[in-house]
């Protein structure tokens, strides 16, 4: 009796305080409870979405960070490109700055291509040809080198999105399994047989879904991106592959042709 009058006395205020934080204290671990409640199953599917989920998340921002920074360097260099007075500046500037962007790595690709068959000739089998096929397979093969480059990890993304719903759906069968087997193995239905294993269930679906989407997503706006780059990429390199060739640039939309900014380089 002294306790019942003790709690009694308890004001409303201190009560309710104490109410909210059991309340916040059990929805704050709601979720890793029904985990933690689950099989070596229900975990181990729990721990590949974790990962998927912080390994998608890692190349999202990597590679956001790489193009928007290639991005930037590639403005730079075709400016400075195309303003240069000849290509002997042009490999003097790429030689002290580096190739660090792939329309850099073309460029002095082409240029040392065309130099190299005009003083060398066909030394190698791969160097039969004239000069502007040889320059040409220069080319496709820088491009295709950066177009491998620019999709490093693009392969990972589109695994997650593609597999981390079913790992989630997985997930939820298996709770699912084990509610029914609780109910089978009970005389009769309680919340508390079935709760913990319908809760593992749908957090799974969940947990899925909320690591799939980003990757989706993500994947697709780097495929467009990447696409859109690599045809800006093949436009320089038809510019690039002109010029090495007759020494003047390509007109433009308008038919105008365009101001000749570089000097022929030897040879030519």
Same mark, same amino acid.
């Given at each position: 009796?002294?306790?019942?009058?003790?709690?009694?006395?308890?004001?409303?205020?201190?009560?309710?305080?104490?109410?909210?934080?059991?309340?916040?204290?059990?929805?704050?671990?709601?979720?890793?409870?029904?985990?933690?409640?689950?099989?070596?199953v229900g975990k181990t599917l729990f721990g590949f979405l974790i990962v998927m989920s912080l390994t998608s998340w890692y190349l999202i921002f990597v590679k956001t960070f790489i193009n928007i920074r290639i991005g930037m360097r590639s403005k730079k260099f075709l400016t400075?490109?195309?303003?240069?007075?000849?290509?002997?500046?042009?490999?003097?500037?790429?030689?002290?700055?580096?190739?660090?962007?792939?329309?850099?790595?073309?460029?002095?690709?082409?240029?040392?291509?065309?130099?190299?068959?005009?003083?060398? !000739?066909?030394?190698?089998?791969?160097?039969?040809?004239?000069?502007?096929?040889?320059?040409?397979?220069?080319?496709?093969?820088?491009?295709?080198?950066?177009?491998?480059?620019?999709?490093?990890?693009?392969?990972?993304?589109?695994?997650?999105?593609?597999?981390?719903?079913?790992?989630?759906?997985?997930?939820?069968?298996?709770?699912?399994?084990?509610?029914?087997?609780?109910?089978?193995?009970?005389?009769?239905?309680?919340?508390?047989?079935?709760?913990?294993?319908?809760?593992?269930?749908?957090?799974?679906?969940?947990?899925?879904?909320?690591?799939?989407?980003?990757?989706?997503?993500?994947?697709?706006?780097?495929?467009?991106?990447?696409?859109?780059?690599?045809?800006?990429?093949?436009?320089?390199?038809?510019?690039?592959?002109?010029?090495?060739?007759?020494?003047?640039?390509?007109?433009?939309?308008?038919?105008?042709?365009?101001?000749?900014?570089?000097?022929? !380089?030897?040879?030519?």
């Amino acid at each position: 009796m002294q306790v019942i009058a003790q709690l009694g006395d308890v004001p409303p205020a201190a009560g309710a305080a104490m109410g909210v934080t059991a309340a916040e204290a059990a929805g704050g671990d709601g979720m890793l409870h029904f985990i933690s409640q689950s099989d070596i199953v229900g975990k181990t599917l729990f721990g590949f979405l974790i990962v998927m989920s912080l390994t998608s998340w890692y190349l999202i921002f990597v590679k956001t960070f790489i193009n928007i920074r290639i991005g930037m360097r590639s403005k730079k260099f075709l400016t400075e490109f195309w303003a240069a007075s000849s290509l002997e500046q042009v490999e003097n500037e790429i030689a002290t700055h580096g190739a660090n962007e792939p329309f850099a790595h073309l460029a002095i690709h082409a240029i040392h291509a065309r130099n190299h068959h005009a003083k060398y !000739g066909a030394v190698k089998l791969e160097e039969k040809g004239s000069t502007g096929a040889f320059v040409t397979r220069t080319i496709r093969k820088v491009i295709d080198e950066e177009t491998a480059r620019l999709e490093n990890g693009l392969t990972i993304l589109a695994s997650i999105g593609s597999t981390a719903p079913f790992v989630g759906l997985f997930g939820t069968v298996w709770g699912v399994y084990h509610a029914l087997v609780g109910i089978g193995l009970s005389d009769g239905v309680t919340v508390n047989r079935i709760a913990g294993p319908v809760g593992e269930a749908l957090i799974m679906t969940g947990l899925g879904l909320a690591v799939a989407i980003p990757a989706v997503l993500a994947y697709n706006g780097f495929v467009r991106s990447n696409r859109v780059y690599l045809a800006r990429l093949d436009v320089f390199a038809h510019d690039l592959f002109t010029f090495l060739s007759t020494g003047q640039q390509v007109s433009d939309s308008s038919n105008k042709a365009r101001r000749v900014v570089l000097a022929a !380089g030897k040879g030519e």
